[in-house]
């Protein structure tokens, strides 16, 4: 009996085959690739622009508040909340490549 995982299709692809192993492979550093991304994008934002450059940044305005102190209050949230949106469309788009390529070489076999 061979090991099988069941994809969106409801079909069965053989995870012994190495290129559906590949696929896979590529499929989950694509995903940690973006997440890494994503995040390190949050982190400047949230701690470096609204802590650790505040200061610099205050030299600036926005609407008539400091820069520092906008990424601090509303900055931050607002590049996370467009963080989670690129994550969704990004993963949305991956995701029909990767099943894609699985249908691919399950038609190919």
Partial sequence: ?????PDSSGTASDLRDPR?????????????????VLLAIWAFV?????VLLADWLNRFHIGGF????????QGS???FVLLILTYAVVMNR?????HEELRRLR???
Wanted: proline share 2%; aromatic share 10%; net charge negative.
């Fill in 107 to 109: 038609e190919g076999d």
């Fill in 46 to 50: 949230g701690l470096g622009c609204g």
């Fill in 20 to 36: 559906v192993v590949e696929a896979i492979d590529r499929y989950w550093r694509k995903n940690v690739m973006l997440m890494i």
């Fill in 1 to 5: 009996m061979s090991e099988s995982k």
């Fill in 66 to 73: 400091p820069l520092g102190f906008w990424f601090a209050q």
């Fill in 94 to 98: 991956l995701d029909r490549a990767h």
């Fill in 77 to 79: 949230i607002v590049v």
